[in-house]
């Protein structure tokens, strides 16, 4: 049988630039190498001047020196080249080490920016037209290639505005750079872009100078490291900060673009009320394996990001006070205004003395501006509002005087009557510009600037109820069967009577899962997003959630509740559970009351991949998909997908439009919801021009993933998918979860003990005591990654190609790798990864710090490695690890010799931790080691 499968790729441009040349040939016609070694050499030069004159000389020359041993190991890749590096680092004393790390840190993350600036640098001339290349991805380029395959202007038109696609950024710890840092980076980057400018002045391109010399004296005078552990409420700041600095602005302003490309094509810009993109987040909500992140956290979090959005909207309404100053309106405005009501409000009277202008009266005759003073008052009355609930202040009730803003549908109101207004009466150039902005902005971020997620493990629900069975006499129902615990709920459900006793008395744990609830009530399910069950295994996991929802909500809107699917079981068992929840009554009449009969199931990538390894975890999330939409479809159910992307392709990272594109067809319905988490956040947001690529690679993805033709899926193609997925299963359990010391042998060769000495995030790394089934999947990416032996992502891989090449089948396979994008994906990313490996690094470790008698597993996974990437190139057809990406090589080859004093560095400083010595600054070096590999592999978890 043959089924679908989604559009062909026709290259393996890398996420930095997707460039190809207009005649289909993959190659550069400018030099854009040499801007990046420039800006590079530049900033390095700056670097080691200031360490110079900080700290003197000495420490300057032994910078020096290993600056100089790595580039000639870089260069010419021999033993003798890394025994010399090793033997000049490990003979520093402890000062100068930490001198050396904290200068290679800082160039791994200033190679980052760098590379950044590059990345907009190209784009900049793409865009111009001064490259024969263009740019892959971008709306040009799919509108046409759209066009080509007999689509009309309508029709993408029609598409692009049924699209939403949801970010969701998350609180997972792997962002190990402080943000004290990124800022600092963030303005070396935005002086980098100006110094490509040649229209500076002498006097202008002195004072840049100045500014990159300030940013860089601060950026070595910052401590790297973070000495206390970030509470969720910092995380969430950071989250927040991330939106107001660029993705708040970026939202609009590439809407804008689509509407340019759109006219290009020849069809209208987009309704104003159509906004693809919406943001959600974790942080604060995510309490999966975290008792730092309470109900009392949720409520603090939802208000702030409330309060936040508060601020951004009191600006651009500040703003709008001085833009429309025009005194001619429609009827329709007039008419508006004599209906607003009074705002005499004691305390706002107080509050309009901070107004920057126009804080006593406005002009009578100015109709613009007196709208937006009633909607400024508006917002200050439910900022003072939002503030007082905050602070627990016994006077956090709403001032009949001052109404408060409870839906975005209110704020929107007025700025509609405006938008008409001015195009009513032939000003509509003015509508188009900052207002229009303003609109978009309210529809993408609502009140709450988030939508904060909630994520509760599923036996913690469990437990909860077991203790409310327990209480009113009828038993454990942890202990009842599925069918039992399936009646049971049903009889809840349909029954009006109150389940929970008012005052039942419970331990903290279960106190606080009951608290949950009651906040989430409290908060609204409007200001929330989805409630999303980890370790979600059976259909009486979702229905428990419902009963909970039921007893504290009553009759008010309740959240969806999203089961999360993470392991290989749970994948293979989704479509019975999901079959049990749609055939019962109750839950389709809420579903289709409630949500429009609209389902959401999130899928995740990192449990699953540490529990069956990568191969497997891809394949069976693959057909967990599809065989979940035809179940789906049977019930005439919409499902929507919701993808729990890391940002190392060991927990299902990588490019988005790669993400995108590999998907089974059909599966998403011009919806595509993913976590965006730590690192990946700054990658793909951090500048404003890396905010506008990163919305512009979903938006284009989705709609070339949705509209182009589908080739067929051949059913030899599953056939040896499921052989490949088979073999590469059991090689990868015989080697992490069969071998009795491998976890030993893990602990020794990586630093997985130490990772926690980084503070990077508020969550433990373990849920609870154990081996590697209780290692968050996190830490257990981390700490390969620092060894660079990257085993999660290829262990299986190498046997199951083995097994296509032993049975005649790499013919078959190599097909598949050109004709299906999953295939094709999947290669893709493991290339990237199989680059990034080194074995002689690798092997470094285990000599130093392994014992004699476990250094077999590593040189055992070494041979593993070698032959695995001698199958992978077979596959690909390349030469050479990432032939087909000559910018992924690039941008590698740029950070390398960064990266290698690094892993020296780190060796030596835990074979002295591990012997006893510990000194404050040990832990600081080796802490500085851990980041600065991080940044140069670009990923930590």
């Known amino acids: 049988m043959e089924t679908p499968t989604s559009l062909d790729l026709t290259s393996s441009a890398s996420y930095e630039s997707f460039v190809s040349r207009k005649d289909g040939k993959y190659k550069e016609s400018v030099d854009f190498a040499l801007p990046l070694k420039s800006d590079i050499d530049y900033i390095r030069s700056s670097l080691l001047n200031i360490i110079g004159s900080r700290c003197g000389h000495e420490t300057y020359e032994a910078i020096e020196k290993i600056r100089e041993l790595s580039y000639i190991y870089d260069t010419q890749q021999q033993d003798t080249n890394f025994v010399d590096l090793c033997r000049y680092i490990e003979s520093l004393p402890e000062n100068k080490m930490l001198m050396a ?115 860089l004296s ?69 309490r999966d394996g975290n008792p730092f992140v309470t109900a009392d956290v949720t409520r603090r979090v939802c208000l702030l990001n409330r309060l936040r959005a508060l601020n951004l909207y009191l600006q651009e309404v500040e703003d709008l006070l001085f833009d429309l100053s025009l005194h001619y309106a429609s009827d329709e405005l007039h008419e508006y205004n004599k209906r607003l009501p009074l705002t005499n409000s004691e305390y706002l009277e107080k509050e309009r003395l901070k107004y920057k202008e126009f804080w006593n009266h406005v002009p009578p005759a100015e ?36 109404p408060i803003y409870t839906h975005i549908d209110e704020l929107l109101e007025p700025l509609y009557v405006m938008y008409r207004s001015l195009h009513d009466t032939g000003d509509g150039v003015i509508a188009e510009d900052h207002l229009k902005d303003f609109i978009r902005q309210a529809k993408c971020f609502g009140l709450e600037l988030v939508r904060l997620d909630i994520r509760q493990e599923a036996d913690r629900h469990t437990k909860a109820m077991a203790a409310i069975t327990g209480y009113i006499g009828m038993g454990d129902y942890s202990q009842w069967d599925e069918e039992t615990r399936l009646s049971f709920l049903n009889e809840v459900l349909s029954s009006r009577r109150p389940l929970i006793p008012r005052r039942f ?73 999901m079959e049990t929840l749609f055939s019962n009554t109750w839950y389709r009449q809420h579903l289709e009351e409630s949500f429009g009969n609209i389902q959401e199931i999130m899928v995740g990538y990192s449990d699953s991949g540490k529990d069956g390894g990568r191969l497997t975890s891809a394949w069976e999330l693959y057909k967990a998909q599809e065989s979940l939409t035809r179940v789906a479809e049977k019930y005439g159910v919409t499902l929507r997908f919701f993808h729990g992307r890391g940002g190392t392709v060991g927990r299902g990272g990588g490019p988005q439009h790669l993400a995108i594109l590999s998907q089974p067809p059909g599966t998403i319905n011009k919806y595509f919801r993913v976590t965006i988490q730590g690192e990946v956040i700054q990658q793909d947001f951090d500048l404003p021009g890396l905010a506008d690529r990163t919305l512009e690679c979903y938006l284009t993805a989705i709609l070339k993933a949705e509209m182009m033709p ?232």
Not at 182 to 204: G, H
Not at 371 to 399: C, F, G, H, M, Q
Not at 517 to 532: E, H, M, N, P, R
Not at 552 to 575: D, G, K, Y
């Open 101 to 215: 790390t904290s200068f290679f840190s800082n160039m791994c993350n200033i190679v980052n920016y760098a590379d950044y600036v590059h990345r907009l640098r190209r784009r900049r001339a793409f865009e111009r037209g001064d490259s024969e290349m263009f740019q892959r991805y971008s709306c040009d380029e799919i509108f046409q290639e759209l066009l080509n395959h007999g689509f009309t202007p309508e029709e993408i038109h029609s598409y692009i505005c049924q699209i939403q696609c949801e970010m969701v950024l998350t609180a997972h710890p792997t962002q190990a750079v402080r943000r004290s840092l990124l800022s600092k980076l963030s303005k070396l980057a935005t002086c980098l872009l100006e110094r490509d400018r040649t229209d500076l002045t002498p006097a202008e391109r002195e004072r840049l100078e100045q500014i990159l010399e300030c940013a």
């Open 218 to 286: 601060a950026l070595w005078r910052t401590d790297e490291v973070r000495r206390t552990k970030p509470k969720p409420e910092d995380e969430a700041r950071s989250a927040l900060q991330v939106v107001e600095d660029t993705i708040w602005q970026a939202v609009p302003r590439y809407i804008r673009s689509i509407d340019r490309s759109l006219a290009k094509i020849g069809a209208p810009p987009l309704p104003l009320d159509t906004v693809p993109f919406l943001f959600g987040s974790w942080a604060g909500g995510d």
């Open 367 to 402: 109709p613009y501006r007196l709208l937006l003073a009633y909607i400024r008052d508006r917002l200050t009355a439910t900022k003072v509002y939002t503030e007082n609930i905050l602070s627990d202040r016994p006077t956090a009730e709403p001032d009949p005087q001052a």
């Open 505 to 577: 008395p419970c331990d903290e744990n279960v106190q606080e899962v009951l608290d949950t609830f009651q906040v989430c009530a409290d908060l609204g399910a409007s200001s929330l997003g989805a409630y999303i069950i980890s370790m979600c295994m059976a259909s009486s996991d979702v229905l428990l959630v419902e009963v909970f929802q039921r007893e504290f909500c009553m009759s008010r809107p309740t959240q969806r509740v999203v089961p999360l699917l993470e392991t290989i079981h749970a994948l293979q068992n989704a479509t019975k559970m």
């Open 710 to 941: 589908y080739s067929q899926v051949k059913s030899e193609w599953r056939e040896l998918m499921d052989a490949m997925s088979q073999i590469s299963y059991k090689t990868y359990r015989s080697v992490v979860y069969e071998k009795p010391d491998f976890v030993k042998y893990f602990r020794y060769a990586t630093p997985e003990q130490e990772i926690g000495r980084l503070n990077i995030g508020s969550r433990p790394q373990k849920r609870k005591d154990g081996g590697v089934e209780t290692l968050r999947a996190i830490p257990w990416i981390f700490a390969w990654n620092q060894t660079r032996l990257h085993l999660p992502v290829w262990l299986g891989t190498g046997a199951a190609i083995d097994y296509a090449k032993k049975t005649n089948k790499l013919e078959t396979l190599q097909s598949m790798y050109k004709e299906w994008p999953f295939v094709h994906s999947y290669f893709d990313l493991m290339t990237m990864v199989l680059a990034k490996a080194d074995s002689r690094i690798s092997a470094k470790y285990d000599t130093e710090l392994v014992p004699k008698e476990l250094q077999s597993f590593g040189s055992s996974l070494r041979k593993l490695l070698a032959e695995t990437i001698d199958m992978v190139l077979y596959v690909t057809g390349e030469k050479r690890l990432l032939d087909n990406d000559i910018v992924m090589q690039r941008a590698m080859d740029s950070r390398r010799q960064w990266l290698t004093p690094m892993h020296i560095v780190q060796v030596e400083i835990l074979k002295r931790l591990r012997a006893g010595t510990e000194t404050q600054t040990i832990v600081d070096t080796l802490v500085i080691s851990m980041k600065a590999i991080a940044a140069g592999m670009q990923n930590t978890g």
